[in-house]
């Protein structure tokens, strides 16, 4: 059993960043970690890391039992968000993350806001084959969704490319779904509103390139609570089907 300080033990910035990146992401990727490994691996005393633990705990961001720290996937990503916050590198921390706990989490958050999610769309079109890593559909809505890896560069020329891909993936399945109505899963639908998002980890230098939102995961909720309101503000296909 592991003896927690008391509250007034010191901490800092640095040693808070060391512990999210280096191991409590490290150490439950598949669910559970050690705080002795945690603090013997990220060198930082067992004292302050009891603390840090302890206070995000209090937080929701992670769970302790006993001497073993238990994260979930929408938690591993709330501390990896938490490491950069704290000065970490985004691609170090980033490789703690698997891709299916980035876009698990995307899909929860939708689903929790009524919307039924399908995982990697992929459909035909003009002889071309193309994938969308989320499709979310809520009546009259159809958000397609891609899920950008975060990367050095995410902020600049990169998230451009990215939205003007995007933006053509989600302009051809709107040509094409009248095609493909019931794989989509707009048959019983009178009309259906194709919309392109881009997903990242942190926010882009822009919250909008070309009229195509560019949303961090952390936002995502607030983004399609109010995504009717400012449809006519951001780019957007509208399919007749009857």
């Known amino acids: 059993m592991i003896r927690r300080p008391p509250r007034s033990t010191p901490s800092n910035s640095s040693a808070a960043s060391d512990v999210y990146k280096r191991q409590t992401l490290n150490l439950t990727r ?5 705080i002795r490994e945690i603090s ?4 930082v005393p067992l004292q302050i890391v009891c603390q840090i633990l302890e206070r995000n705990e209090s937080a929701g961001i992670l769970r302790i039992a006993g001497a073993k720290v238990i ?3 929408e938690q591993r990503l709330r501390i990896a968000i938490k490491a950069v916050d704290l000065g970490a590198d985004v691609e170090r921390v980033c490789r703690y993350l698997s891709w299916e706990e980035f876009e698990d989490v995307s899909a929860l958050a939708l689903e929790m ?5 399908k995982k990697h769309f992929r459909f035909s079109w003009n002889g071309r084959k193309f994938e969308i890593d989320l499709l979310a559909l809520k009546k009259p809505f159809v958000i397609c969704i891609d899920c950008k890896q975060w990367r050095r560069g995410w902020r600049g020329i990169a998230s451009r490319r990215a939205v003007e891909k995007q933006v053509q993936r989600t302009r051809i399945l709107a040509e ?5 109505i019931e794989r989509i899963g707009i048959d019983d639908w009178n009309q259906a509103c194709f919309v392109p998002v881009i997903l990242s980890l942190l926010p882009s230098a822009s919250r909008l390139y070309r009229s195509t939102p560019i949303v961090p995961i952390i936002q ?7 995504m009717p309101a400012y449809i ?3 780019d957007h296909y509208w399919v007749f089907i009857r």
Do not use: H, K
Request: net charge negative; no cysteine.
């Open 30 to 34: 598949n669910g559970l970690g050690d």
């Open 113 to 117: 806001n009524g919307f039924e999610v």
């Open 232 to 234: 006519d503000e951001i």
């Open 71 to 73: 994260a979930s996937s």
């Open 40 to 43: 013997r691996d990220a060198r």
């Open 220 to 226: 995502l909720g607030s983004f399609i609570q109010a």
């Open 176 to 180: 094409a779904s009248l095609s493909m």
